[in-house]
Every structure is written in C-alpha cells, then in structure tokens.
C-alpha cells in the first residue's frame, strides 16, 4: 500500500505555468477540493496514452505532487496512480501556449516514440 507518498520534482516535474492552468480551471469549477489526475492507458496510436481529469478522491495507491503557483499562495495537487507512475517517472508536465494553441505537454524521456498530436507514445521493453 502506498499510503500516498508526495514525490519530488526530481521524479516527475509539474511545471509552474501548468500550476497556474490547473488552478484557474479549478476556480472555473468551483471546487476547490479538485486536484488534476494525470493518468496512462492503453491505446492510441502508439500503444500508451496520457489522460487528465479532475478527481477529489485520492486512492490508497496515488502518489501526490504538490506544487505552488506563480503566485506563491495557491497551491495544486497532482495525483498519479502507482501503474502510471512507473511510465511517468523523469518526466515533465507543462502546459504551453503558442501558436498552434494552449496545451498541457508531457515530456516523457521513457517515451521512445509518440504520435503526431503528442498524446500517445510507446515504450522499449
């Protein structure tokens, strides 16, 4: 049982500006017990794909990133079940704007290849 352990930034980074997005969207909710949940599936085209969605429960097996927002009075929590995790150790999560758009972006160095939209990826075994 995990007992929900918070991981450091040197196991998976959650950047500032994601911080920032995740709480504006939190605020447009009106729930303040919201925390993003980053999550792994199967399929896509590459074999895994990452997922978001906002959760309030936090399970026995999640591992919880806490991290402060440019404004340095809010705060967010990520949460990552144990399965994903082990896909998503060393990574980074972002959120980008440019000029095809804003989106949250997963640099995943376990990520050998990904799809076109930036979704999906595969992994060596």
Do not use: H, W
């Amino acid at each position: 049982m995990n007992t929900n352990p918070e991981i450091s930034d040197a196991d998976i980074r959650f950047s500032t500006s994601a911080a920032d997005k995740v709480a504006s969207l939190i605020t447009e909710e009106e729930n303040p017990n919201l925390c993003l949940r980053v999550y792994i599936t199967g399929g896509g085209c590459s074999g895994f794909q990452y997922g978001f969605t906002f959760d309030e429960t936090i399970n026995d097996d999640d591992f919880v990133i806490e991290k402060s927002c440019s404004n340095a009075r809010d705060s967010v929590r990520v949460l990552i079940d144990s399965m994903s995790y082990q896909y998503l150790q060393s990574a980074e999560i972002d959120y980008v704007e440019g000029i095809g758009g804003a989106q949250f972006v997963i640099r995943n160095p376990q990520a050998k290849t990904t799809c076109g939209c930036g979704s999906s990826f595969s992994i060596e075994e």
